[in-house]
Structure formats: structure tokens, C-alpha cells
T-cell receptor, first 112, second 116 residues
Framework: DQQVKQNSPSLSVQEGRISILNCDYT??????FLWYKKYPAEGPTFLISISSIKDKNEDGRFTVFLNKSAKHLSLHIVPSQPGDSAVYFCAASPGTASKLTFGTGTRLQVTL | DADVTQTPRNRITKTGKRIMLECSQT?????MYWYRQDPGLGLRLIYY???????NKGEISDGYSVSRQAQAKFSLSLESAIPNQTALYFCATSDTPYGQGVDTQYFGPGTRLTVL
């Protein structure tokens, strides 16, 4: 049972445009949501997070939106840069425990 | 130097062999984790440890065991490797205080394991 889903395995965006990566979850107990970025031959690195008490969190070019009623979150990257090309994982946590449940990942390619 | 290191980085072994993957960290974190990544399945938790005396099974612990030798070291063992354990394995650490919010994990570079 996949509690965190990323339905788009891949996404291609032109440099300078907006990249939107989506994630859906099924567990109502999730309170915190995170995005991780992974380059080939490296481990995932933390990118941005959001608590369920918020609907938006912004950090530079990266913004995460949370729609609790739809159990949906999205990561916006504006403007997209070639260095953003990587696999992006969303993850969720109940908040009172430390386990993270990860999605299957979306491969983003930013083209010139 | 990297904060979270994993050895070996690549390993090829045969079915039935015992193999150990090692993880060391210099971040001083209490909590450590082992994940495996498979194409199309994302990252799945194998085992996790909140401190040296605490070991917990994750969602896919069958066929694996772990040892927390010290705060800085957490090893994953495959007692009798099988081909479907071929995957990319990641170790991670975190220190977000329990019950105080989101757990931000820091990952090692991964070990690519192939079981023939």
C-alpha cells in the first residue's frame, strides 16, 4: 500500500520556466511533508519542508504548497535551472515519530 | 570529509553469501536509518535506531539484520543474500528531537549491491 504517491515518473521543463512536481498521500496522520533531491551517485539531500498547519512554505526559488483536504502537495521551482535536474522525492511523517515515508520519485530534466 | 559515509560503495556478491554494509557518521546524531532504493519503488525503510540501545524494524526488514555498535556506527547485514536484494542501499541520520517536529534526515552516498 503506497501511502505517498508521485504519479509522474518524469518531467521535462525548459530553463527559466516553472517546474511543478506533485505528490499525493493517503494517510491522514501525516503532519509534516518534505522534499528531497537526489543526484546520480549521491544520497538524497533535504530541500524544503512544510507543516500541516501551513499551506505554503517558500525558500528562494522553491515553494511547497499543501492542500490538506485533497491530501496533495506540490513543489514549485521558479525559475528552473539546469542544475535542478535530479530525482525529487516527497516524504511524509506523522510528526510525533521519526519515520519518513517516501514517494517513488519524479525525475526532473531542465533543458536549455 | 563527508558527514555520513558508507562502505563499500559497490559490492557484487553471490546468492547465499553473508554481507555487511557499514555506515559511519560524524554529525553526532542519535538516530540512524537504513533504506533501500529500487526503481519505481522509491526509498523503503529497512531498520532504524533511535539510540545505541534501540533498534526497530522498518517496513521491509525480512532478510536483514542490523547492529548499532556505537552512536556513530550502524551496520546492515544480509545473512544469506538473494538476487532480489540487489538494490541501492542508503544510510541516514537525524537528530530532530522526538515529538518536536519534522525529522530532517541526512543521507550517505549509498552502496550499490548486486547479488548474483
Amino acid at each position: 500500500d503506497q501511502q505517498v504517491k508521485q504519479n509522474s515518473p518524469s518531467l521535462s521543463v525548459q530553463e527559466g520556466r516553472i517546474s511543478i512536481l506533485n505528490c499525493d498521500y493517503t494517510n491522514s496522520m501525516f503532519d509534516y511533508f518534505l522534499w528531497y533531491k537526489k543526484y546520480p551517485a549521491e544520497g538524497p539531500t533535504f530541500l524544503i519542508s512544510i507543516s500541516s498547519i501551513k499551506d505554503k512554505n517558500e525558500d528562494g526559488r522553491f515553494t511547497v504548497f499543501l492542500n490538506k483536504s485533497a491530501k496533495h502537495l506540490s513543489l514549485h521551482i521558479v525559475p528552473s535551472q539546469p542544475g535542478d535536474s535530479a530525482v525529487y522525492f516527497c516524504a511524509a511523517s506523522p510528526g510525533t515519530a521519526s519515520k519518513l515515508t517516501f514517494g517513488t520519485g519524479t525525475r526532473l530534466q531542465v533543458t536549455l | 570529509d563527508a558527514d555520513v559515509t558508507q562502505t563499500p560503495r559497490n559490492r557484487i556478491t553471490k546468492t547465499g553469501k553473508r554481507i555487511m554494509l557499514e555506515c559511519s557518521q560524524t554529525k553526532g546524531h542519535d538516530r540512524m536509518y537504513w533504506y533501500r532504493q529500487d526503481p519505481g519503488l522509491g526509498l523503503r525503510l529497512i531498520y532504524y535506531s533511535f539510540d545505541v540501545k534501540d533498534i526497530n524494524k522498518g517496513e521491509i526488514s525480512d532478510g536483514y539484520s542490523v547492529s548499532r555498535q556505537a552512536q556513530a556506527k550502524f551496520s546492515l547485514s544480509l545473512e544469506s543474500a538473494i538476487p532480489n536484494q540487489t538494490a541501492l542501499y542508503f544510510c541516514a541520520t537525524s537528530d530532530t528531537p522526538y515529538g518536536q517536529g519534522v525529522d530532517t534526515q541526512y543521507f550517505g552516498p549509498g552502496t550499490r549491491l548486486t547479488v548474483l
